[in-house]
């Protein structure tokens, strides 16, 4: 059986799969001549990441596609009823990138607590002094409220981070619920657990928050989950994170709510137009970027690939 890991697949998932008779091949094809070379090379699998999507056209054309795999949570770039209905398996990898988008989230807080995404810039041109008299009002995370938006398993993870050092969380989803959480192993005291309220009513949790992070997938409508109106509740100087999805955030709205001050900083890791974002927050001095690498740690590369491994020999068996 042969897999097309379209964007890539880490040296130990290949390898598990290798070592369970599959031929898996990871020669970047072109959007626009996926479907061709599925059907000439004789692909029953295909793995993607965001950069790949598989919608009804290639579906439709590939009548040999067995399996559909998304390295990562989202799944937003595959039809994925439409390939379900058409009796394909679709599988993605929930649970392998937690950690490390809630580890980028952190070091997104951090950055836009201490203006590191601006100094880094400035250093070598700019006067010592008059950096250092500009970079002189950053603030502690310990003791700020951060209001997770989406309390899936990445919103958790960052949740434990968050609490261990010393800062308190809100959470917001469309359901009420209350979640334990585990936090990580401390040396002599053990693993702590912790009991999470998650509200479904914004007003409770988005005008408390100092830091606010959004971990929701992007929606079936393409609306965005924050706008003008979520802006108009947040407080005043709130710092903004986003390592979810472009477009969850109203981009437009985002750069009014940074001139009116209702947002003091923000962090984007995710854009509407990728791989082209709007320069202006590219340019930004208040805004934090990175390239879509929550996900990309060598840690959770592998967890991703063994998963997909896993699902695949799960799925099919073992070929040698």
């Known amino acids: 059986m042969k897999i097309l890991a379209n964007d890539g697949i880490s040296d130990e998932g290949k390898k598990a799969l290798e070592v369970a008779g599959y031929t898996v091949i990871t020669d970047k094809v072109d959007q626009s001549e996926l479907a061709t070379k599925i059907n000439e090379e004789n692909y029953e699998i295909v793995l993607v990441r965001s950069a790949t999507t598989v919608r009804k056209e290639v579906i439709d054309t590939c009548p040999g596609l067995k399996l559909i795999g998304r390295g990562g949570v989202g799944m937003d770039n595959i039809d994925v009823a439409y390939a379900r209905e058409k009796g394909l ?11 490390s988008v809630a580890e980028l989230v952190m070091g997104q807080m951090f950055s836009i607590s201490r203006f590191l995404h601006d100094s880094f810039k400035n250093m070598e041109l700019g006067d010592f002094n008059t950096l250092k008299k500009n970079y ?3 603030i502690e995370l310990r003791g700020k409220t951060l209001g997770i938006i989406g309390f899936g398993r990445i919103g958790q993870s960052l949740a434990s981070y968050a609490l261990s050092i010393g800062m308190y969380v809100k959470a917001i989803e469309i359901q009420p619920r209350e979640v334990e959480l585990t936090l990580a192993e401390i040396q002599g005291y053990g693993t702590p657990k912790v009991k999470i309220q998650v509200e479904s009513d914004w007003n409770k949790v988005i005008p408390h928050c100092d830091f606010i992070s959004v971990h929701v997938p992007k929606q079936p409508n393409g609306d965005a989950v924050i706008g003008e109106k979520e802006f108009s509740m947040m407080k005043k100087g709130v710092r903004l994170i986003n390592a979810a999805r472009g477009g969850v955030i109203d981009e437009i709205a985002l750069l009014k709510a940074l001139e009116n001050g209702i947002v003091s900083y923000a962090a984007l890791d995710v854009f509407e137009n990728e791989p082209t974002p709007n320069k202006q927050l590219l340019n930004h001095s208040r805004i934090a ?7 990309a740690t060598l840690e959770a590369q592998d967890r991703i690939g063994l998963e997909l491994a896993s699902l695949i020999i799960e799925n099919f068996g073992l070929k040698n």
């Open 136 to 138: 002189a009002k950053g």
């Open 89 to 99: 398996t679709v599988i993605n990898t929930p649970a392998s990138s937690s950690q």
């Open 289 to 295: 970027t990175t390239p879509h690498i929550g996900a």
